[in-house]
């Protein structure tokens, strides 16, 4: 009974920018960890960047200095501000939640959006 559904993603010209957003509907208790992956074609899935509930962040070393994620933990929701795109960006990007507890105390490992498609060209 927990759900992701990501939006944002679209076509941009390198340089530009583009803010995604994911929320996590259900009967949610707390989340562990609210991140974005993405998996471009012909390549293995990826972590973008990731951030805990105590607000520690994780980034891809590709993306530092120009994605910010943040979250809201009320909202069970997160985000991701991408600015300075580059082509190397394209992909689908996925909203991941880790560590998942609802108010019945049910537990869950993991959940994953279904995807958005970022393409960044000219």
């Known amino acids: 009974q927990v759900q992701l559904v990501e939006s944002g993603g679209r076509l941009v010209q390198p340089g530009g920018s583009l803010r995604l957003s994911c929320a996590a509907s259900g009967s949610i208790l707390s989340i562990y960890a609210m991140g974005w992956y993405r998996q471009a074609p012909g390549k293995q899935r990826e972590l973008v960047a990731s951030m805990a509930i105590d607000g520690s962040t994780t980034y891809a070393d590709s993306v530092k200095g120009r994605f910010t994620i943040s979250r809201d933990n009320a909202k069970n929701a997160v985000y991701l501000q991408m600015n300075t795109l580059k082509p190397e960006d394209t992909a689908v990007y996925y909203c991941?939640?880790?560590?998942?507890?609802?108010?019945?105390?049910?537990?869950?490992?993991?959940?994953w959006g279904q995807g958005t498609q970022v393409t960044v060209s000219s």
């Open positions: 991941n939640a880790d560590k998942v507890w609802d108010r019945s105390s049910t537990y869950y490992p993991d959940y």
